[in-house]
């Protein structure tokens, strides 16, 4: 399956605008360009830019053009696109396969193409039917897709803070308030469970996807649990950024499914949900099991597992690793996070 | 510097607390002790590995191969061992 792009990258001369600006500051604008960049913005693909070119000539240019701030950790100087196409890859932390590069030169796409077999390199002469792209229609756009940049900015702006912030980790973690919230799926949260499950790729226990209709049913299901949570903190959401299912039976709680969005990875939250469902196994008094399913990304899962004191049992036939955990240590929540849940209170269910 | 020493300079440097609170012997349980958090158990395997050229394997990978000096520098002088043999 060809991935969903969440990222593309632009060239400037000749592709943004017409006209090469070392040579002339008269460069327009291409026709049309301003809504495509409006659209994919919209649709929750991000954008950047990897241009040689003066830096500070060419972001005043975007700025007179209004279009500046869809840019994110543009890369404008005269190193290699290769490299700058790693380092966008690096600061927004996606995979190298879900990027799409834009450049009129073909010296351009086949340097990239040699470093990065798996970027995918458009003409700049096509650019009127890339929103027809079928990488560049996602399947479904969410609350969370459509503030997605949004929510990268509050993030440049936190990894600044972070970077000027003296004293320990723990210090600053706590100076940023962040409430993260366990909820019970409601209908309305389907659509970007959907979402996580196709592009979590690193902290994703199984890479198992899941359709809209499989998860309203497992929602419904007496036997399941199927829970997303929330993390804010003093800049703003990062959105629904974890899901996970567990399925109950008479002397289990089973995880099928457990996912976290790798934009929280840095803020220490990764295992408050794992340890979330730990507790609530351990109080319904039952033991937890859990699926792996090892990709070529997700070997931090595995890891995270085993730290939280889950140990192999067997392999099932269909190569699914299969965890169990007697819960005799649970880790506690960082001190640095409020967690809220408001679930599990009408104890009934269960 | 010795192992112990590397080792335990490279916790120093990811303390989430103060380094004056945080006082540790070379069994002291650094997870228990609260001075390092799971995070920092990840970030420490990537850093060993790459380090020390070594691979932990998946049934080493239990918290408490990590979770102090001494049990850090013993698994990265088996895993050097295991190399060499």
């Known amino acids: 399956m060809t991935k969903e792009i969440k990222c593309v990258v632009w060239d400037l001369d000749h592709t943004i605008w017409d006209g090469v600006l070392l040579e002339s500051e008269q460069v327009v604008l291409k026709p049309g360009i301003r809504e495509i960049l409006t659209e994919l913005d919209a649709r929750g693909i991000l954008l950047s830019i990897a241009s040689r070119n003066s830096r500070e000539d060419a972001l005043q240019k975007l700025r007179e053009f209004g279009i500046e701030d869809f840019f994110l950790y543009p890369e404008i100087h005269w190193n290699a696109k290769s490299s700058s196409i790693a380092h966008i890859r690096e600061h927004l932390n996606i995979g190298i396969d879900t990027i799409l590069f834009v450049d009129d030169q073909g010296f351009e796409r086949d340097e990239v193409q040699s470093v990065h077999g798996d970027v995918e390199c458009v003409d700049a002469a096509d650019y009127l039917h890339l929103l027809d792209h079928p990488r560049l229609n996602p399947k479904f756009i969410t609350e969370d897709s459509k503030r997605r940049r949004l929510m990268y900015l509050e993030d440049m702006q936190r990894k600044q803070i972070e970077e000027s912030f003296e004293g320990p980790q723990d210090a600053f973690l706590a100076s940023l308030d962040m409430v993260f919230t366990i909820t019970e799926a409601a209908e309305e949260d389907l659509k970007r469970a959907e979402e996580l499950t196709i592009r979590t790729n690193q902290l994703n226990a199984t890479g198992r996807t899941y359709d809209y209709e499989e998860l309203n049913a497992f929602r419904q299901s007496p036997n399941h649990l199927l829970l997303v949570c929330e993390l804010t903190d003093k800049y703003g959401s990062y959105g629904k950024i974890g899901l996970a299912l567990v399925e109950k039976t008479e002397t289990h709680w089973h995880l099928k499914l457990l996912l976290m969005s790798c934009r929280v990875m840095s803020r220490g939250v990764g295992t408050v949900l794992l340890s979330y469902i730990m507790q609530e196994t351990k109080r319904a008094g039952k033991l937890l099991r859990a699926d792996f399913v090892r990709t070529d990304r997700n070997k931090m899962m595995y890891v995270a597992y085993r730290f939280a004191n889950f140990k192999e049992e067997r392999v099932d036939e269909d190569g699914t690793l299969l965890l169990i955990n007697d819960l005799s240590s649970i880790a506690s929540f960082p001190p640095f996070i409020d967690v809220r849940t408001s679930i599990l209170e009408n104890t009934t269910r269960y | ?85």
Do not use: C, P, W
Not at chain 2, 36 to 58: P, R, W
């Open chain 2, 1 to 85: 510097m010795a192992l112990h020493e590397q080792i335990r300079a490279y916790i120093q440097n990811n303390l989430v607390v103060f380094d004056e609170q945080a006082k540790f012997s070379d069994s002291d349980n650094i997870f228990e002790l609260g001075f390092v958090n799971s995070l920092f158990a990840m970030k420490l395997l990537t850093h060993i590995e790459g380090t020390y050229h070594i691979t932990v394997d998946n049934d080493e990978l239990d918290l408490a191969n990590f979770a102090s000096v001494n049990n850090i520098v013993a698994l990265i002088e088996r895993k050097r061992a295991e190399v060499e043999a």
